[in-house]
């Protein structure tokens, strides 16, 4: 990942290309006149912009006016118009989210997220780099052609301007800070990186207090005090999960001897009634038992 240094750069750069897109589009003298008049009451010289159209005369007055009408402008005026704009929008846009992106902050999440809104921020400095690079171009090089055109009087010729000039300048800025903080891009290594600064911050904490605590030897106390507590609650919980355990071991033990002497009881029960059950069939006076049992045991004049 880019370091912090690097990322304090180019968030100036960014800042520079920034202020000089916006002077630059609000600036009057993108393409200024060539000649300059011998007359006193002549201008002196004339500058065309993007918003306005100003004159400057030899007396020292300075007049300006606004370009209304908008579809009678040419086509390279108009893209430079909305280029110019949504290239200063889009590095306002970027430099909020380089602000969080920034390493050295303490705002904007994690390292990861941070490096994530970095690469963000590049992404819309170089668009505002382009932006502001391709209107400028096309600007320039219709401004050189007029001037080389011979059907186009002297006093009709103009020549690039200082806006122009700072324009390449800011696209410049905004291209180099770009690709700097394109190259915030998390790779592969960042999680284990993230890991050993974790695990370095728990490891100085430990370390620091226990510094402190050596310091003073009542923390010290108080401290071996908490552990003792700690460890002794911790043996009288283990005792009452035992005692628990015991005793539901025990209920469980009654239930299964009450459960077996019940059992006992019904097979007894059944094991007694079977033989009066077999008596009362047999000696009921409606049925009479079998034949082979009379002969041993009663007469004819039991049953007479």
């Known amino acids: 990942m880019l370091s912090s240094a690097l990322q304090i750069l180019a968030f100036a750069l960014a800042l520079l290309g920034v202020l000089g897109a916006t002077v630059a589009t609000l600036s009057p003298n993108w393409k200024v006149s060539a000649d300059v008049g011998a007359n006193i009451m002549t201008a002196v010289s004339q500058m065309q912009g993007l918003w306005m159209d100003c004159t400057w005369y030899t007396t020292g007055v300075f007049s300006c006016s606004l370009k209304h009408s908008v579809l009678a402008l040419p086509a390279h005026l108009q893209a430079a118009r909305t280029a110019m704009v949504l290239s200063c929008m889009a590095g306002s846009l970027g430099l909020c989210l380089a602000a969080l992106g920034l390493k050295c902050t303490r705002w904007g999440g994690g390292r990861r997220a941070k490096a994530h809104t970095a690469v963000a921020a590049g992404g819309c400095f170089v668009a505002a780099g382009v932006l502001c690079l391709v209107p400028a171009s096309w600007f320039t090089g219709e401004v050189i052609t007029a001037f080389m055109d011979p059907s186009v009087p002297d006093s009709g010729k103009y020549e690039p301007g200082g806006a122009v000039y700072v324009t390449f300048i800011s696209a410049g800025f905004l291209l180099a800070a770009g690709v700097l903080f394109c190259m915030s891009c998390p790779g592969s290594g960042s ?114």
């Open 191 to 304: 999680q284990h990186e993230d890991y050993y600064n974790a695990t370095t911050a728990a490891a100085t904490a430990t370390s620091f207090s226990a510094s402190s605590y050596s310091a003073d030897p009542e923390k010290l106390r108080q401290r071996e005090k908490e552990e003792q507590e700690q460890e002794e609650k911790k043996k009288k919980e283990e005792e009452e999960k035992k005692k628990k355990e015991e005793e539901e071991e025990e209920e469980a033990e009654k239930r299964r001897v009450q459960q077996q002497e019940q059992e006992k009881k019904k097979k007894k029960t059944a094991e007694d009634s079977a033989p009066r059950e077999r008596e009362k069939k047999y000696y009921s006076p409606s049925r009479l038992p079998p034949s082979s049992t009379l002969k041993g045991r009663y007469s004819l004049q039991d049953y007479v």
